[in-house]
């Protein structure tokens, strides 16, 4: 895209040029030769960009699509949404909690299989797996062009950042008289000294203090202690890994994994549960609240971060 760029730029310093000297009604001066030499060199430039087909292997390849098996150039995050996954599972939970300890929203989705998601989901598959057809289960619907692409992709960012803005306003009331809405609930504010009241919560929310202070200080399975001990039968996780295969299944990844990372968040105790998914030889974040959240009892609303409960202390 770099490389085009150079060739529009040329492009118009050579009109330019021509334009300059047609109302001087001159000859064609040393810029336009100028400006003629630069479309030239970006046009080389860009004629060596070349890529390697990720289907068959072919090198060297210059046009749109590949000559060898008719395979599509890969486009470099066409949608600016996902970002360009990771070798192991382990490194995309690390990137998700460095992102939300820099305190951006966009890095923390762009850990996430977004585009890759959407592109491998089996709508029949996931129809019959549920047997009904939900409005709000985007995953049984097809992609059949470029609308409904589109429109499955804002579905799955969606899936990804609202949940964390769900924790975050979990724990910005968390410990106040207004807890009920970090779980969802709908709060009355029927006078002014109730929106003040509400408005001085929210305006202290702890979230925001932790900025720059969420440490990794290791990354685990959940067969560590730390997270086995507090989980009442076993064989729970193995039902429930049944399950996930089938989700699995839904959504053509190759291979899924269950991670925590355990945290210093500001000096306290914490956790974040992930769900990682590999599409070939790449790792993404796949759900943040997932398998362990639930069988430790956690508050859907948490997203799967823990921050000073007890039940992981």
């Known amino acids: 895209m770099k490389k085009l760029a150079l060739i529009l730029s040329a492009v118009l310093l050579l009109a330019q040029?021509?334009?300059a000297a047609e109302n001087e009604n001159s000859a064609p001066s040393g810029d336009i030769t100028a400006a003629a030499d630069a479309v030239i060199a970006a046009g080389s430039a860009l004629a060596t960009d070349t890529w390697t087909c990720p289907e068959c292997g072919t090198t060297g390849l210059d046009n749109a699509f590949c000559s060898e098996c008719g395979a599509a150039r890969p486009q470099e995050n066409p949608s600016g949404f996902e970002g360009n996954g990771f070798s192991t599972p382990e490194e995309a939970v690390s990137a998700y909690v460095e992102a939300m300890n820099a305190?951006?929203?966009n890095?923390?989705?762009a850990t996430f299989a977004i585009e890759t998601y959407v592109d491998h989901l089996d709508a029949r598959a996931s129809m019959e797996r549920m047997r009904s057809f939900v409005m709000?289960?985007?995953?049984?619907?097809p992609v059949i062009g470029p609308l409904s692409r589109s429109i499955l992709i804002e579905q799955r960012r969606n899936e990804i950042t609202?949940?964390?803005?769900n924790s975050y306003l979990f724990y910005a009331t968390a410990g106040t008289d207004y807890e009920s809405i970090g779980s969802g609930s709908t709060e009355p504010l029927p006078d002014e000294d109730s929106v003040a009241s509400l408005l001085s919560v929210l305006e202290a929310a702890q979230p925001e203090s932790w900025v720059g202070h969420i440490n990794i200080t290791k990354v685990c399975t959940p067969d560590d202690p730390?997270?086995?001990s507090y989980i009442p039968d076993a064989s729970m996780i193995e039902q429930a890994a049944s399950n996930m295969q089938k989700q699995l299944d839904?959504?053509?990844g190759d291979e899924y994994a269950e991670l925590i990372a355990v945290l210093d968040v500001n000096g306290t105790?914490?956790?974040?549960?992930m769900e990682c998914i590999r599409y070939g030889d790449k790792w993404y974040n796949w759900h943040a609240h997932g398998l362990i959240p639930n069988l430790l009892g956690l508050d859907y609303t948490t997203n799967g971060l823990v921050v000073g409960i007890p039940s992981i202390d």
Do not use: E
């Not at 105790?269 to 549960?273: K, N």
């Open 17 to 19: 040029a021509a334009l």
């Open 103 to 105: 305190g951006d929203v």
């Open 107 to 109: 890095a923390m989705a």
């Open 136 to 141: 709000l289960n985007y995953s049984s619907v």
């Open 162 to 165: 609202k949940p964390i803005y």
């Open 226 to 228: 730390l997270v086995s």
């Open 250 to 252: 839904v959504c053509g």
């Open 269 to 273: 105790l914490g956790a974040q549960f």
